[in-house]
């Protein structure tokens, strides 16, 4: 199988390139792409990427595969490989430090705005903060999110102002907090989010609900927090 | 970077308000005119100058127009300030994206005092 990886070492690159590898896949079983690029750094150990929980948990090996962002992990080959070829770029968007490794400190960055921690200003219980079962069902669909940016880098929005536009991940987390039962912030965040960019730069394309790889729905997430800014304002 | 200083209301909520219900205004009238035109299929001069000499007519005309130019401007300042950035056009990206949104500007008041003169004017 011919695989095309984006290389860039800054050290000695002036631009990036697409290196291709020839590549016997062993048959028998559906490799996940995290074992193809294992399998191409026995080939060449100079390829750089991420990887740690190799089971879609930890978000770290989160990349572009043949146009798609995802988790390398959990991808199958049959899924994404089109004409017996497999094109793996860095996730879109944030500057590369090496071949497919990217520096998150913007989407970080997004995700520290948005206050990413319960506040209550009500003096703390002996024991803990109760919430009844249907309190803490509206956090499912939120609590999930891994962080592994595949969404935010998959939207233009954030492309375009990745400073500025909070981005899919971030709000999905906005709105685990603003739905809250324990968190008495409300206004304080939505406050935070009232500006053009933070929240209404999402065009509603919906990129990030078909990337997410654990099928959550940052849109729907985005159209709650702009239900709840304007009932606040009318 | 890109501040709010020259978005419409300068605040997300109102802006994104204001450009929903332009729209709809937009639409219905729209909409009341190709209907007027599909019943009237040979529409003469007299007839169209009579619909627009009453003050209905007028007063929707000119809201149809102002919210135009309010729906425009929120428009053409999110694609201004999604695609003439610093790492999309180089370095001259602000002084384009200022000539950019007063070129925009200067549009929308020629076509808002154009309307008014054809809706008012005396022929």
């Known amino acids: 199988m011919l695989i095309s990886v984006y290389r860039y070492d800054p050290d000695k690159d002036i631009t990036p390139y697409m290196q291709d590898f020839d590549l016997e896949i062993p048959g028998g079983r559906d490799l996940m792409v995290l074992d193809v690029l294992e399998l191409l750094k026995e080939q060449d150990p100079t390829v ?3 990887r740690s929980c190799r089971e879609g948990v930890c978000g770290s090996d989160g990349v572009n595969m043949n146009g798609k962002n995802g988790l390398a992990c959990i991808t199958p080959l049959s899924e994404v490989v089109k004409s017996d070829k497999l094109s793996i770029r860095p996730l879109p968007g944030l500057p590369v430090v090496r071949d497919l490794v990217v520096d998150m400190e913007q989407f970080y960055d997004q995700y520290k705005k948005i206050k990413p921690y319960l506040i209550n200003d009500e003096p ?11 309190d803490r069902e509206k956090l499912d669909g939120l609590y999930e999110c891994i962080l592994c ?20 991940a971030g709000l999905l987390q906005a709105y685990r907090f603003l739905i809250d039962s ?28 078909s990337v997410c790889p654990k099928g959550l729905n940052p849109t729907r997430a985005i ?10 304002a009318v | 970077m890109v ?42 001069y007299q007839q169209w100058s009579d619909l627009f000499s009453q003050t209905w007519m007028q007063v929707f005309t000119l809201m149809t127009l102002l919210a135009t130019c309010a729906h425009a401007w929120i428009g053409m300042w999110t694609v201004g300030t999604d695609y003439l950035r610093v790492h999309t056009v180089g370095e001259s990206a602000n002084a384009l994206r200022f000539i950019f949104q007063l070129g925009c500007m200067l549009v929308f008041v020629v076509y808002l005092i154009w309307g008014i003169k054809i809706l008012w004017g005396n022929g």
């Open chain 1, 149 to 168: 940016a595949c969404c935010t880098t998959a939207c233009p929005s954030f492309w375009w102002n990745p400073d500025k536009f909070v981005g899919p």
């Open chain 2, 3 to 44: 501040t709010q200083v020259t978005s419409f209301t300068r605040n997300g909520v109102s802006d994104w308000l204001v450009q929903r219900i332009t729209a709809v205004v937009v639409a219905i009238y729209s909409v009341v005119l190709v209907a007027y035109l599909l019943f009237q299929p040979a529409v003469t």
């Open chain 1, 223 to 232: 159209g709650h927090i702009r239900n709840m800014l304007l009932k606040r």
């Open chain 1, 182 to 209: 324990r968190d008495t912030a409300t206004e304080e965040r939505l406050a935070g989010l009232e500006d053009p960019f933070s929240v209404f730069r999402c065009r509603g394309i919906m990129n990030c609900v």
């Open chain 1, 48 to 50: 750089s990427y991420r």
């Open chain 1, 124 to 134: 703390p219980p002996t024991q803990e903060r109760l919430q009844s079962p249907e």
